[in-house]
C-alpha cells in the first residue's frame, strides 16, 4: 500500500504538471490561439513592412493604419472594422490585406482565425444564393464565437453575386451581440476591381492638373467610390445595405502604378529570391510591361501582377 504521503505528493506533482502544461503561455507556443484583450498590431512593424513593401500606395498605407491601429486600441469597439479596397489588379489589395492579416495573427492566411472567400470558388453558382448565404452566416458566426478578433478577407467581390454579402449585414451593423455572439472585434476586408477606372480617371486628371500623386486625399476619392460602386452592377455591392446604412468605414482607392514603382516592385522581388538588384534587369522587366493611356503610357495596365512571371525570363542573368 502506498504511504498518504507519497500518495499527496504524486498528486500534488501532476497537478503542478497539469497546471503549467495547461498555463496559455506554455500552451500557446505550440498551438495557435486566439489574441487576448489588449494584443493587437505593432503600429510600427506595420507601418515599416507597408514601407518597404507596398509601392505607390500612400493613401492606403495611410487610411488601412490609422484604421487597423486606432480599432485595436479601442477596447470596446461599437461594431467590427470593415474596409473595401478597390483598385485595378497588381496594384497591391491582396499584399496589403495579407500584410495586415500577418499582424494580427501571426500565420497569416494559414492562420486558423483569418478566412479567405474567393466569389469564383466558393459562390460560384447564382441559384445556390439562399444556401450560400446560410453557410457564410453559420460560418462567420461559429468562427466569431471561437475568436472574436477573426479576420475575414472577401476577394473577387466585383464577381460576387448581387445581394449575397447582404447576408452578413447583421454582423457588421452596430449591436452589441447578435443571438449572444459580439462581433465588435472582427475585421472585414473587400477586395475588388471595381471602381478601378474612376480611381484610375482622378489619378490621370491629377496627373494633366500638374498635381503629385501624393497630393491626392482620401476625401477626392472616397465619396465617388462609394457612389460608383455602388451604382455598379458588376460590384459585388450593388445596392448593397451595407452601402446604404454605412456599414463599411472605409473605401480604400488603389492608384495605379507608374513606371518607376514596378522597377520598385522588381528590385523587391529580385531581393526575395536572394539576387544582387541589377539596374539593367530591373529596367528591362519594367519596360517589358504595357502601360496606358496609350499616348502617354504612365500607368501599368497589370501594376506589379506580372513581375515575378517577367522575372524568371532574366533568372540566367
Same mark, same amino acid.
Given at each position: 500500500?502506498?504511504?498518504?504521503?507519497?500518495?499527496?505528493?504524486?498528486?500534488?506533482?501532476?497537478?503542478?504538471?497539469?497546471?503549467?502544461?495547461?498555463?496559455?503561455?506554455?500552451?500557446?507556443?505550440?498551438?495557435?490561439?486566439?489574441?487576448?484583450?489588449?494584443?493587437?498590431?505593432? !503600429?510600427?512593424?506595420?507601418?515599416?513592412?507597408?514601407?518597404?513593401?507596398?509601392?505607390?500606395?500612400?493613401?492606403?498605407?495611410?487610411?488601412?493604419?490609422?484604421?487597423?491601429?486606432?480599432?485595436?486600441?479601442?477596447?470596446?469597439?461599437?461594431?467590427?472594422?470593415?474596409?473595401?479596397?478597390?483598385?485595378?489588379?497588381?496594384?497591391?489589395?491582396?499584399?496589403?490585406?495579407?500584410?495586415?492579416?500577418?499582424?494580427?495573427?501571426?500565420?497569416?492566411?494559414?492562420?486558423?482565425?483569418?478566412?479567405?472567400?474567393?466569389?469564383?470558388?466558393?459562390?460560384?453558382?447564382? #441559384?445556390?444564393?439562399?444556401?450560400?448565404?446560410?453557410?457564410?452566416?453559420?460560418?462567420?458566426?461559429?468562427?466569431?464565437?471561437?475568436?472574436?478578433?477573426?479576420? %475575414?478577407?472577401?476577394?473577387?467581390?466585383?464577381?460576387?453575386?448581387?445581394?449575397?454579402?447582404?447576408?452578413?449585414?447583421? %454582423?457588421?451593423?452596430?449591436?452589441?451581440?447578435?443571438?449572444?455572439?459580439?462581433?465588435?472585434?472582427?475585421?472585414?476586408? %473587400?477586395?475588388?476591381? !471595381?471602381?478601378?477606372?474612376?480611381?484610375?480617371?482622378?489619378?490621370?486628371?491629377?496627373?494633366?492638373?500638374?498635381?503629385?500623386?501624393?497630393?491626392?486625399?482620401?476625401?477626392?476619392?472616397?465619396?465617388?467610390?462609394?457612389?460608383?460602386?455602388?451604382?455598379?452592377?458588376?460590384?459585388?455591392?450593388?445596392?448593397?445595405?451595407?452601402?446604404?446604412?454605412?456599414?463599411?468605414?472605409? %473605401?480604400?482607392?488603389?492608384?495605379?502604378?507608374?513606371?518607376?514603382?514596378?522597377?520598385?516592385?522588381?528590385? !523587391?522581388?529580385?531581393?526575395?529570391?536572394?539576387?544582387?538588384?541589377?539596374?539593367?534587369?530591373?529596367?528591362?522587366?519594367?519596360?517589358?510591361?504595357?502601360?496606358?493611356?496609350? #499616348?502617354?503610357?504612365?500607368?501599368?495596365?497589370?501594376?506589379?501582377?506580372?513581375?515575378?512571371?517577367?522575372?524568371?525570363?532574366?533568372?540566367?542573368?
Amino acid at each position: 500500500a502506498l504511504e498518504p504521503l507519497s500518495v499527496g505528493l504524486a498528486i500534488g506533482v501532476a497537478s503542478a504538471l497539469t497546471g503549467y502544461l495547461s498555463h496559455p503561455r506554455f500552451y500557446c507556443s505550440y498551438v495557435e490561439c486566439c489574441p487576448s484583450a489588449g494584443h493587437g498590431p505593432n !503600429a510600427t512593424a506595420l507601418k515599416a513592412q507597408l514601407d518597404a513593401k507596398l509601392f505607390g500606395q500612400h493613401l492606403a498605407k495611410d487610411v488601412v493604419l490609422k484604421a487597423v491601429m486606432g480599432f485595436r486600441n479601442n477596447l470596446s469597439p461599437k461594431k467590427p472594422l470593415t474596409l473595401s479596397l478597390h483598385g485595378w489588379a497588381g496594384t497591391g489589395k491582396n499584399f496589403l490585406s495579407q500584410i495586415l492579416a500577418e499582424h494580427v495573427h501571426p500565420a497569416g492566411l494559414r492562420s486558423k482565425f483569418v478566412h479567405l472567400f474567393l466569389a469564383t470558388l466558393h459562390f460560384p453558382h447564382n #441559384e445556390r444564393i439562399k444556401l450560400y448565404k446560410e453557410q457564410l452566416q453559420n460560418w462567420i458566426r461559429g468562427n466569431v464565437s471561437a475568436c472574436p478578433q477573426s479576420v %475575414f478577407i472577401f476577394d473577387e467581390m466585383d464577381k460576387m453575386h448581387p445581394g449575397l454579402i447582404d447576408a452578413i449585414k447583421p %454582423f457588421l451593423d452596430y449591436y452589441e451581440q447578435v443571438d449572444g455572439v459580439s462581433y465588435r472585434k472582427a475585421i472585414f476586408i %473587400f477586395l475588388s476591381n !471595381a471602381g478601378g477606372d474612376l480611381i484610375n480617371k482622378a489619378a490621370l486628371d491629377f496627373w494633366s492638373s500638374g498635381k503629385r500623386r501624393e497630393e491626392i486625399q482620401l476625401k477626392d476619392l472616397e465619396p465617388m467610390l462609394s457612389v460608383g460602386v455602388f451604382n455598379n452592377k458588376n460590384s459585388g455591392l450593388w445596392h448593397s445595405s451595407l452601402i446604404d446604412r454605412n456599414l463599411i468605414d472605409y %473605401f480604400v482607392p488603389f492608384l495605379p502604378l507608374e513606371h518607376k514603382h514596378v522597377k520598385m516592385c522588381v528590385r !523587391a522581388e529580385m531581393t526575395a529570391r536572394g539576387y544582387a538588384v541589377d539596374e539593367n534587369v530591373v529596367q528591362a522587366v519594367a519596360d517589358e510591361m504595357t502601360y496606358f493611356p496609350k #499616348e502617354q503610357k504612365i500607368y501599368s495596365d497589370k501594376g506589379c501582377k506580372t513581375v515575378q512571371a517577367k522575372l524568371d525570363i532574366h533568372e540566367d542573368i
